[in-house]
């Protein structure tokens, strides 16, 4: 790695961190709305604030931005967070998950999850298409690819934050061999924009873990979406073409299988992920709690 991507690397991980830790101090002490409006039950039944999720996104995307990330960046966890916010602040419907929305659009009921979907795939491809546009790239096809697999890692991302710390921990895991890993060059745009994009959501997570961790805060929909297509950013301007169907492949195996079967169960009967998983969680958040 070259010295201008570990700079980049090391100071959009420390801006995020820095900065999603001073966002969520701020929200806390001026609360938009008032507290209530962003309090909710976890799946313990212990009230949560959502503060950490617009907090999260301020500092992810203001670190890969201070690292070089170009707007693809800006546009697609800005993005993903505002439209996570609605399921998060107007969503009183009891449609759940992807088959949920899609059927309520098929029957034509409008549901804000829908308008999310839509909004995703939106920002998500406008997204890929900026990263294309960096490399020189036009290829229709890598562009769409690239779209649905940021789209899809915000919808994922999402699916995994149902137990405190859990999101947070894979986007720590995920996004250190993005920032790291091979590029057409070192100081080629796309490039940089997933080292600095990487970096930034990494730093974010480790500024909202603590919180997470105890149970005080939770991502939501606006951090957790957030923090998926920041993380498919990345990925989608590190990868070629054959990268980003692999990837795809990947998103939408998880996405069907999260229909039929549940991760929580999953992760609590597979040694070793049940023990990362609960690894630094309080002793109250315990297997046998009540599902979200």
């Given at each position: ?246 990837a795809l492949a990947v998103v939408t ?40």
């Amino acid at each position: 790695m070259s010295r201008r991507r570990q700079g980049a690397a090391v100071g959009s991980f420390a801006i995020g961190a820095a900065c999603s830790a001073l966002a969520a101090a701020l929200l806390r002490s001026r609360p938009p709305g008032g507290a209530g409006r962003w309090t909710r039950n976890n799946h313990a039944g212990r009230p949560v604030t959502l503060f950490e999720g617009p907090a999260y996104t301020a500092g992810a995307v203001a670190g890969a931005l201070a690292g070089g990330a170009g707007a693809s960046a800006a546009v697609a966890g800005l993005g993903a967070a505002a439209f996570g916010a609605l399921d998060d602040l107007v969503d009183g419907g009891a449609r759940k998950g992807l088959r949920g929305h899609l059927t309520a659009a098929c029957s034509g009921e409008v549901t804000t999850g829908t308008i999310k979907v839509l909004g995703l795939s939106t920002t998500g491809l406008l997204s890929a298409r900026m990263i294309d546009r960096s490399r020189g790239s036009t290829g229709a096809v890598a562009t769409l690819v690239g779209g649905a697999v940021i789209a899809g890692s915000a919808n994922i991302a999402n699916l995994l934050d149902l137990r405190p710390g859990r999101a947070l921990k894979v986007v720590l895991l995920l996004a250190a061999p993005i920032a790291a890993g091979a590029g057409r060059s070192d100081l080629d745009a796309a490039s940089l924009t997933a080292t600095a994009t990487a970096g930034g959501a990494a730093g974010a997570a480790i500024g909202a873990l603590a919180g997470d961790l105890r149970g005080r805060s939770m991502l939501g929909d606006t951090g957790a979406n957030s923090a998926g297509a920041l993380l498919g950013t990345a990925l989608v301007a590190r990868a070629g073409l054959r990268g980003r169907l692999l990837a795809l492949a990947v998103v939408t195996a998880v996405t069907l299988a999260s229909e039929k079967v549940s991760f929580t169960k999953v992760i609590e009967s597979t040694p070793g992920l049940r023990e990362l998983d609960a690894l630094g969680r309080p002793s109250w958040s315990s297997p046998t709690a009540s599902q979200k």
